[in-house]
């Protein structure tokens, strides 16, 4: 009974590991941000971080739940990297507003730190595309261009 059990779960493991879009897009998630991460550990900054800022000063201001829905970072997340920014000096977090939610915008430091992040990210998209091929690097940015559209409609 015992060996016909282990023979199922190792079977459904296998199942799993074979074919779950899940797994595998986590393990392209971490094999693609570690040449990020490698790339900007210079500044001292991570990929996650410059996806915030990036995604802040295109917004120009905006609270910091609005920020999580855009990036679709959970809370606790969004809270320790913004805390983090704000400590290096790169994003302002304004709470002057009594009865209003606080606001977050990018600091003159954090928009100097992008300039000095985009040929570093430069670097980084070629080693990327490199790696990938242009036409999976293509596919890529369509997916996740389309899981996008599809995520803001709900």
Known sequence: MQQALQQKVQKAASAIAQ???AMRVRY???SLTSIYDEVFRPLSITASQVNMLVAI?????????????????????????????????WVEIDS????????????????????????????????????????????????ADHARSEIMKT
Do not use: Y
Not at 65 to 72: A, D, K, P, Q, V
Not at 105 to 120: D, F, R, T, V
């Open 19 to 21: 074919e779950c879009f």
């Open 28 to 30: 392209l998630n971490r």
């Open 57 to 89: 000063i295109t917004q120009q201001t905006l609270s910091p739940s609005e920020l999580g829905g855009i990036l679709n970072i959970e809370k606790s997340t969004l809270s320790r990297n913004l805390d983090r920014m704000r400590k290096a000096g």
């Open 96 to 143: 002057s507003q009594p009865g209003r939610s606080h606001t977050v915008q990018a600091s003159e430091k954090g928009q100097a730190l992008l300039l000095n992040i985009l040929p570093l990210w430069q670097k980084a998209q070629e080693t990327t595309c490199t790696l990938l091929g242009s036409e999976r690097s293509k596919a890529i940015r369509e997916v």
